[in-house]
């Protein structure tokens, strides 16, 4: 909801003010968000990235996806025919406990 998106910026504009920060950068932006790993799962952290970008846009003319250091890299995840070609082709006197 609306009141979400706000409360999100009033806290990132509140963590600002309390450190005197005035100019957004992307370091600024990654500082934040380090604060804000600290205290909040990595889903919170995406939910927050989400709500603050159209507001910096609206009220700063900020487009924060133009920086490169702030890019969700997602999670390495392995390939169902990985997992298969494991399965099948480690030897069992090895991998047969890990299997």
């Given at each position: 909801?609306?009141?979400?998106y706000?409360?999100?910026?009033e806290e990132?504009n509140?963590?600002?003010e309390?450190?005197?920060v005035?100019?957004i950068?992307?370091?600024?932006l990654?500082?934040?968000f380090?604060?804000?790993k600290?205290?909040f799962?990595a889903?919170?952290?995406?939910?927050?990235?989400?709500?603050?970008?159209?507001?910096?846009k609206?009220h700063k003319n900020?487009?924060?996806?133009?920086?490169?250091?702030?890019r969700?890299?997602g999670?390495k995840?392995?390939?169902?025919?990985?997992i298969e070609q494991?399965?099948?082709?480690a030897?069992?006197?090895?991998?047969?406990?890990?299997?």
């Amino acid at each position: 909801s609306k009141d979400a998106y706000e409360k999100e910026f009033e806290e990132f504009n509140a963590w600002r003010e309390k450190r005197g920060v005035t100019l957004i950068t992307e370091n600024v932006l990654l500082a934040y968000f380090f604060n804000v790993k600290k205290r909040f799962a990595a889903s919170s952290m995406w939910t927050k990235y989400s709500m603050l970008n159209p507001l910096l846009k609206v009220h700063k003319n900020i487009d924060i996806l133009i920086y490169v250091k702030l890019r969700y890299r997602g999670a390495k995840v392995l390939e169902r025919e990985y997992i298969e070609q494991f399965l099948k082709g480690a030897p069992d006197e090895e991998y047969l406990m890990k299997k």
